[in-house]
């Protein structure tokens, strides 16, 4: 398996979002994170429904690790909480220099719901773009 990753990917992302919005406005912004939620992270929303938070928590490990983020994972029968203290694409773009979207977060707030919608839980998102962290939250309806 190749784990090399390229981060410069976030880049292309964050002038993609900004060519979306001045172009074409942020509810179509909006709708293409939503095909994308729908379409690209549709393995792991039939991972969830099959395996539950787990296969979030998984999957979280392994694409942070991947990308060098510093977080926590913390995870119980009914929530899972994902603390990222230095997220590895806002920290890539502001070390390179790349122009960040004013609101390049989006993507990980609509793909979340996207996830939560699909597999019957509930979710949040609080980020500081600022300073490069978040904290995910999913959890089931009591």
């Known amino acids: 398996m190749n784990t090399k990753v390229h981060k410069d990917f976030?880049?292309?992302l964050s002038c993609a979002f900004q060519f979306l919005?001045?172009?074409y406005g942020k509810k179509d912004l909006q709708k293409f994170l939503e095909r994308v939620g729908e379409n690209c992270y549709l393995n792991l929303i039939n991972e969830v429904k099959?395996?539950?938070l787990l296969a979030l928590e998984e999957y979280w490990r392994r694409i942070f690790t991947l990308e060098e983020g510093i977080?926590?994972?913390?995870r119980n029968n009914d929530s899972l909480t994902l603390k990222v203290k230095r997220c590895p694409a806002i920290t890539h773009l502001k070390?390179?220099?790349y122009p960040i979207y004013k609101d390049f977060c989006i993507q990980t707030?609509?793909?979340n719901n996207i996830i939560a919608r699909e597999t019957n839980l509930i979710?949040?998102?609080e980020s500081n773009q600022e300073e490069a962290c978040c904290i995910q939250k999913?959890?089931?309806a009591k």
């Open 21 to 23: 919005e001045e172009r």
């Open 71 to 74: 977080f926590e994972v913390e």
């Open 95 to 97: 070390e390179v220099g």
């Open 138 to 140: 999913f959890w089931r």
């Open 123 to 125: 979710c949040s998102v």
């Open 109 to 111: 707030r609509i793909v």
């Open 50 to 52: 099959s395996n539950g």
């Open 10 to 12: 976030h880049g292309a």
